[in-house]
């Protein structure tokens, strides 16, 4: 059977057209507005997000469901006798533990791995592009994992957001709750330590939380790979583009907007990056 098949969920902020080219299955986590279900980037996108949740109830997230990995699972084993499922921290989603729930199922094969980035957002999408493409190279499933180990360590997500209040509402703040107490007016920038939301430094503007960003980006001695993020209301990118072009060389740097579920927790003008650290020779 040909290769391994690479899933992960819709809070790696894959663009679409990159997942398919890397032949990346993407499982939807779901959302709960006003009485209805919707899936995460298929029938809700982040356009649609924003206008529907402009009123005062937030809306609430779910993991996949253990049924929604195993209908994928069971599809990709037609064709796949290996399995390597890739996802967002597991103390910010049950999305690991669904994903592991459902492989249990298997226990006739195919042969299915869940690896809990620890990330979240583009940092764990940098971490499955590169494996998918390292898998399209013919990689075997030991090798994969090893990259993921290896990835996971050097790899970064630093964001701000416009307002603390939809991280406390929605029960993703973490450690972040230390800086702020009631002050929910500051503009903190954020990071993910050992898969929760921990404080990297204190702001009170936008333009001092853009500025902080950079400076940690300029500090990084080499960007292997990276990517902005952004939700809904954000049109200040550019310097943050252009310094990461120029710290990557990449020209084709990713820009991707943030999953409606994640956009729940980070809210609107929320602004951000991902990028894998390189090696030192």
């Known amino acids: 059977m040909p290769g391994v098949a690479i899933v992960t969920d819709s809070t790696a902020d894959l663009p679409e057209e990159l997942a398919t080219r890397l032949g990346i299955t993407v499982v939807p986590l ?33 993991a996949p469901t253990v049924q929604q990995f195993a209908r994928v699972y069971e599809a990709l084993a037609q064709d796949h006798d290996q399995i390597l499922s890739i996802h967002i ?49 013919g990689a075997e499933i030991g090798q994969l994992t090893a990259l993921v180990e290896n990835l996971q360590a050097r790899t970064h997500v630093i964001f701000m957001v416009d307002t603390l209040e939809h991280l406390r509402r929605g029960g993703r703040i973490g450690r972040a709750a230390e800086i702020i107490g ?20 204190r702001t009170r503007t936008r333009n001092r939380a853009i500025t902080g960003i950079l400076q940690l980006i300029e500090e990084v001695p080499i960007i292997e790979s990276a990517a902005v993020l952004h939700t809904a209301g954000s049109n200040d990118l550019g310097l943050i583009v252009e310094t990461l ?20 927790h980070i809210g609107p003008r929320g602004l951000g990056v991902a990028f894998i650290e390189g090696e030192m020779a």
């Open 245 to 264: 072009i120029r710290k990557t060389g990449d020209q084709d740097l990713i820009v991707s907007e943030i999953s409606p579920v994640l956009s729940t």
């Open 89 to 137: 921290s597991s103390r910010l989603s049950g999305t690991c533990a669904s994903a592991t729930e459902a492989r249990n199922l298997f226990l006739d094969g195919p042969e299915i791995t869940v690896i809990d980035t620890g990330s979240a957002s583009m940092g764990t999408g940098l971490i499955v592009k590169q494996v998918a493409e390292r898998a399209q190279c």
């Open 30 to 62: 779901n959302i709960f507005v006003d009485g209805r279900t919707w899936e995460d980037r298929v029938s809700m996108m982040p356009d649609d997000f924003m206008m529907m949740t402009s009123g005062e109830t937030l809306p609430s997230t779910t």
């Open 182 to 201: 009631s002050v929910l007016q500051l503009k903190p920038i954020l990071t993910i330590e050992e898969g929760i939301v921990v404080p990297q430094a």
